[in-house]
């Protein structure tokens, strides 16, 4: 989410760190670069997530008047998943007193999982880094697939 990626006045490097993490784990991956509006930014994670299983999203977490994401990403949520964004929160407060910060939300739409994650290159990374060891069975919960956790 950035006014200046879709100007062109600036290159897409967090969406390019996303797009290098994901495809290392094995994900196929689908980018989208949308202004900083709140409607545009619904409409976008909405349709993604009608056939996409994750939704990553970088930008528009701060607190700069132009910074909607998490208002739009909530916009468009059926359900909360507040465990993910208090854990990139917390991982980047550790890291940064700018994680204070941060207002990224994260939840399902229908069987998609969307976060939210910082614009900055190293947000992204550390975000992915702490995402990262709980995805594969998040993704799994979602599909209604059989976990290692069920019981017999």
């Given at each position: 989410?950035?006014?200046?990626?879709?100007?062109g006045t600036r290159e897409d490097r967090s969406g390019d760190v996303l797009h290098e993490?994901?495809?290392?784990?094995?994900?196929?991956?689908?980018?989208?670069?949308?202004?900083?509006?709140?409607?545009?930014?619904?409409?976008?994670?909405?349709?993604?997530?009608?056939?996409?299983?994750?939704?990553?999203?970088?930008?528009g977490t701060g607190l700069a008047p132009r910074d909607v994401t998490p208002e739009a990403?909530?916009?468009?949520?059926?359900?909360?998943?507040?465990?993910?964004?208090?854990?990139?929160?917390?991982?980047?407060?550790?890291?940064?007193?700018?994680?204070?910060?941060?207002?990224?939300?994260?939840?399902?739409?229908?069987?998609?999982?969307?976060?939210?994650?910082?614009?900055?290159?190293?947000?992204?990374?550390?975000?992915?880094?702490?995402?990262?060891?709980?995805?594969?069975?998040?993704?799994?919960?979602?599909?209604?697939?059989?976990?290692?956790?069920?019981?017999?």
């Open positions: 989410m950035s006014d200046g990626v879709v100007a993490l994901l495809r290392g784990e094995g994900y196929d991956v689908e980018r989208r670069v949308v202004p900083d509006e709140r409607d545009e930014i619904a409409a976008a994670v909405r349709e993604l997530a009608a056939s996409a299983r994750l939704v990553l999203t970088t930008g990403t909530r916009d468009v949520l059926e359900r909360d998943a507040p465990g993910i964004a208090q854990a990139l929160r917390a991982d980047s407060i550790a890291k940064t007193p700018h994680g204070l910060l941060s207002r990224g939300a994260a939840g399902v739409v229908g069987a998609t999982l969307v976060v939210n994650l910082p614009g900055s290159t190293g947000g992204c990374r550390d975000g992915f880094s702490v995402l990262r060891p709980a995805l594969a069975h998040a993704l799994e919960l979602l599909a209604d697939a059989p976990t290692a956790h069920e019981q017999t």
